[in-house]
Nanobody, 124 residues
Framework: QVQLVESGGGLVQPGGSLRLSCAASGRTFSSYCMGWFRQAPGKEREFVAAISRSGGSTLYVDSVKGRFTISRDNAKNTVYLQMNSLKPEDTAVYYC?????????????????WGQGTQVTVSS
């Protein structure tokens, strides 16, 4: 079992940056692939990025490629999402998730553990 707590959300102007963090409890963090998802009001939860257990493999949704970077520090039990060149359409609640499968996944239904979410608002 792993528990996840996100932080780092907030209000930022278009073109700005934020770094989200997701801290995991437990000693088996390195056994999990990690993902970031987001959900805007009235929309379904959307895949954003995922990273393999070692950090050597990453996946991104096309709309964030070149702007967002997912990374992890297994010594700190933490996964990050660096978000640059933010746009109003990036506004959403961002969730991190953990999955015990060998490779990172893009479907929310394949993740077993979820954090409570952190709000990101991009507005002038």
């Amino acid at each position: 079992q792993v528990q996840l707590v996100e932080s780092g959300g907030g209000l930022v102007q278009p073109g700005g940056s934020l770094r989200l963090s997701c801290a995991a409890s437990g000693r088996t963090f390195s056994s999990y692939c990690m993902g970031w998802f987001r959900q805007a009001p009235g929309k379904e939860r959307e895949f954003v990025a995922a990273i393999s257990r070692s950090g050597g493999s990453t996946l991104y949704v096309d709309s964030v490629k070149g702007r967002f970077t997912i990374s992890r520090d297994n010594a700190k039990n933490t996964v990050y999402l660096q978000m640059n060149s933010l746009k109003p359409e990036d506004t959403a609640v961002y969730y991190c998730a953990a999955d015990l499968r060998a490779m990172p996944r893009t479907r929310a239904s394949e993740y077993d553990h979820w954090g409570q979410g952190t709000q990101v608002t991009v507005s002038s």
